[in-house]
T-cell receptor, first 109, second 114 residues
Framework: SQQGEEDPQALSIQEGENATMNCSYK?????LQWYRQNSGRGLVHLIL?????REKHSGRLRVTLDTSKKSSSLLITASRAADTASYFC?????????FGPGTRLSVLP | DAGVIQSPRHEVTEMGQEVTLRCKPI?????LFWYRQTMMRGLELLIY????????DSGMPEDRFSAKMPNASFSTLKIQPSEPRDSAVYFC????????????FGNGTRLTVT
């Protein structure tokens, strides 16, 4: 399937540290997106990176895309307790989006 | 903008009953998606509408599931009859164009079928 797979499944860090999550996918894409989900809430869009882009920044977030390796990474710098959430990558598949199983990030105060 | 609005937030029903979930997308968004989230299967796309027309319903699990979008500001997902394995959180999302644009999610409806 087209589904992306995030790695690791769970990550626990101390406040102030950086958190890195990875996403691998199987077939060619036009774009890849990262979303955050807080417990009991809907997903919130973080960043969209197109296939011809290699890196994008948004505040403390940095996303890279390596189409040759079919992988992407999300880096959260100087993490805060409020960053505790699940993070998902989504790849386009036709006109739809397919989500990976997510990485559960816990930022400890 | 109020964002994507889903109702109800929680629904508890008995097996065999009909369940209707509702969604109001963001005004001006042309694409609407219904997803289901469970611990076992993650986020699954059920159906996708573009300009109120169902484009891809291949994710709808069974004939017990149906979805409609009678106009640009309203969509329903119906399960009839409901079964315990339908218990999940159902999300509605909308986007301006669907393709190459972010999805805006509602807060979901948590469905429990006993």
């Amino acid at each position: 399937s087209q589904q992306g797979e995030e790695d690791p499944q769970a990550l626990s860090i101390q406040e102030g540290e950086n958190a890195t999550m990875n996403c691998s996918y199987k077939t060619s894409i036009n774009n890849l997106q990262w979303y955050r989900q807080n417990s009991g809430r809907g997903l919130v869009h973080l960043i969209l990176i197109r296939s011809n882009e290699r890196e994008k920044h948004s505040g403390r977030l940095r996303v890279t895309l390596d189409t040759s390796k079919k992988s992407s990474s999300l880096l959260i710098t100087a993490s805060r307790a409020a960053d505790t959430a699940s993070y998902f990558c989504a790849t386009d598949y036709g006109q739809n989006f397919v989500f990976g199983p997510g990485t559960r990030l816990s930022v400890l105060p | 903008d109020a964002g994507v609005i889903q109702s109800p937030r929680h629904e508890v029903t008995e097996m065999g009953q009909e369940v209707t979930l509702r969604c109001k997308p963001i005004s001006g968004h042309n694409s609407l998606f219904w997803y289901r989230q469970t611990m076992m299967r993650g986020l699954e796309l059920l159906i996708y509408f573009n300009n109120n027309v169902p484009i891809d319903d291949s994710g709808m699990p069974e004939d017990r599931f149906s979805a409609k979008m009678p106009n640009a500001s309203f969509s329903t997902l119906k399960i009839q009859p409901s079964e315990p394995r339908d218990s999940a959180v159902y999300f509605c999302a909308s986007s301006p164009t669907g393709y190459n644009s972010p999805l805006h999610f509602g807060n979901g409806t948590r469905l429990t079928v006993t």
